[in-house]
């Protein structure tokens, strides 16, 4: 398992951009695929984009997601990226940084969690 710690999250408007981070501590970061999930209220914890182990590696993303979000990573850095433009109120959730088992996220399940940040869109 690896630690992570995000930062990032906030109060935006509609139409605004944030970048999420997500710190991993421990040796394993680079072998391992990335994803941000959220979780809205009432709702269960979704993907919403993934990355393989490296950095200019395979990406996956949500559909209601594509197109306005990137997921990137910098394995010197031991750190993964959510660039979210153009936000929209529907985006308010808690984001959760997740590592993988595995190099691919289509080939081991999650073992490892984010505590969480919150990203709140106002209309």
């Known amino acids: 398992q690896v630690q992570l710690v995000e930062s990032g999250g906030g109060l935006v408007q509609a139409g605004d951009s944030l970048r999420l981070s997500c710190a991993a501590s421990g040796r394993t970061f680079s072998s391992r695929a990335m994803g941000w999930f959220r979780q809205a209220p009432g709702k269960e914890r979704v993907l919403v984009a993934a990355?393989?182990?490296?950095?200019?590696?395979?990406?996956s993303y949500a559909d209601s997601v594509k197109g306005r979000f990137t997921i990137s990573r910098d394995n010197a850095k031991n750190t993964v990226y959510l660039q979210m433009n153009s936000l929209k109120p529907e985006d308010t959730a808690v984001y959760y940084c997740a590592a993988y088992s595995e190099r691919y996220y289509g080939s081991g399940g999650v073992d490892s969690w984010g505590q969480g940040t919150q990203v709140t869109v106002s209309s």
């Open positions: 990355i393989s182990w490296s950095t200019g590696g395979t990406r």
